[in-house]
Nanobody, 124 residues
């Protein structure tokens, strides 16, 4: 059974930092692109960041560019999202995703695997 399990969410003040982790199990994800989506209350799920299976290509949504950094450890089947200079508008459930064609504007309908999500709340 394929599983993506997020950890590291929580409550932080504006300007603070959080690091999300995602552990993949059930199969080897080293040949898949991996990434993160998020969904704020009342809004559609949106792409945040993605990384190629080698780790040499990263793509970010404009709203997080320069503040968030995605990385992966293929040996551990893990992907991470370092979030700095957090804003209240970053408040959302963050989902780890895998198996999609890495490109700007990735659609949620293209995602092969989803995690259960981790809540990130940024207070003003």
């Amino acid at each position: 059974q394929v599983q993506l399990v997020e950890s590291g969410g929580g409550l932080v003040q504006a300007g603070g930092s959080l690091r999300l982790s995602c552990a993949a199990s059930g199969r080897t994800f080293s040949s898949y692109s991996m990434g993160w989506f998020r969904q704020a209350p009342g809004q559609e799920r949106e792409f945040v960041a993605g990384i190629s299976w080698i780790g040499d290509i990263t793509i970010y949504a404009d709203s997080v560019k320069g503040r968030f950094t995605i990385s992966r450890d293929s040996a551990k089947n893990a992907v991470y999202l370092e979030m700095n200079s957090l804003k209240p508008e970053d408040t959302a459930i963050y989902y780890c995703v895998a198996d999609f064609r890495l490109r700007p504007q990735v659609s949620r309908y293209e995602i092969g695997y989803w995690g259960q999500g981790a809540q990130v709340t940024v207070s003003s």
